[in-house]
Each structure stands twice: as structure tokens, then as C-alpha cells.
């Protein structure tokens, strides 16, 4: 059976704006799923720095109104640059690379600038069809997505950077 999670998103420091859901396609990649679902509900080893494997607080720090894309990942450093697994090593392997189009509304995993491989927490929300993405489309938001085309129009730019800094607020599993 497929997993459903949650995602709040809002202000950093303010209200929420909405809360997504989202059904997960555990045959699309059931590692990355697995990855996604526990980074949702906290679950995971903690690592060097004392931190526990959670999208609780990530900062969204790409929102494209060109493209229709809302990206996020680091929960570590909260300025793009701290993505990482719920895995002790950090790192999740997909060796099916395989790419293609994807629609709105889609949760997609993307690999590693390094590693077409390796995936850690990065992801993103397309809010339109795009031809083609490197990643892996894991799940599609079911409730909630006219709230994201509202987030992009808003508060996206076409170079990606937010006009007001906006966060994960609270996330797990249904």
C-alpha cells in the first residue's frame, strides 16, 4: 500500500499558508519513497551535528513562477547547501535513472549534481507539466494544489529566489 504524508507550509516564524497532502508511488522508487516518507516523519539516525533526519523547518529556497517549480531539502543548514538522507550514510542510491516528463502537481526527488545516482533530501513540487526533469517523480499532491500555484504566483521570481522566506512547518505521515 502506498504511504500518504503532509506537508505545512507557511511563514518562517508566522502562520501556516496550507497544508498539503500527498500520495506516495512506492513502485516509481520504494528506496526513495522510503527516504522521503522518513525525512516526513522524523525518523532516521541523528548525525554529526546533534540533528535528526526531518523536513520540519527546511526553508523553501527556490520558487520559479517561470517554470512552476517550489524546491526544498535543507533541513541542516537552511540555505540549500545541507541536503541529506534519513540514512546513516546520508546518501540513497537509485541505479533506475530513467527521466521523462512530469505533470503538475508531481513530488519529485532530485539526484545529486555529482551523482545522477545518489539522491539525499533534495525535491521539488512542479506546479505545471514540465517536458522533462532529472529526478524521480515519487508522488503527487492530492490535496492542497491550488495553494501551491497561489505560493508560486506570489511569492516566485523568475531567477527562483523567494520574495518572502517561507518553510516546511510541520510534516509526517496519514
Known amino acids: 500500500m502506498d504511504p500518504w504524508v503532509f506537508l505545512e507550509i507557511g511563514y518562517v516564524g508566522g502562520p501556516t499558508i496550507e497544508r498539503l497532502e500527498a500520495r506516495m508511488d512506492r513502485k516509481a522508487s520504494p528506496k526513495l519513497v522510503e527516504n522521503f516518507v ?9 548525525f554529526e551535528m546533534g540533528i535528526r533526519p526531518n523536513f520540519n523547518g527546511a526553508p523553501l529556497f527556490a520558487i520559479d513562477n517561470k517554470r512552476g517549480i517550489i524546491s526544498t531539502e535543507d533541513y541542516v543548514l537552511k540555505n540549500g547547501c545541507g541536503g ?7 546518501t540513497v542510491y537509485e541505479t533506475d535513472i530513467r ?14 549534481d555529482t551523482d545522477a545516482t545518489a539522491y539525499n533530501s533534495i525535491f521539488c513540487i512542479l506546479t505545471k507539466d514540465v517536458p522533462y526533469i532529472e529526478g524521480k517523480v515519487i508522488g503527487k499532491v492530492t490535496k492542497g494544489f ?12 523568475v531567477s527562483g529566489v523567494p520574495k518572502e522566506a517561507l518553510e516546511i512547518q510541520g510534516c509526517g505521515q496519514l
Request: proline share 7%; hydrophobic share 40%.
Open 84 to 90: 541529506r538522507s534519513a540514512t546513516l550514510s546520508g
Open 146 to 157: 491550488d495553494s501551491l500555484k497561489y505560493i508560486v504566483w506570489k511569492f516566485g521570481t
Open 38 to 46: 522518513a525525512l516526513c516523519k522524523g525518523d532516521g539516525p541523528s
Open 99 to 112: 527521466t521523462g516528463p512530469a505533470s503538475a502537481g508531481c513530488i519529485v526527488m532530485l539526484p545529486l
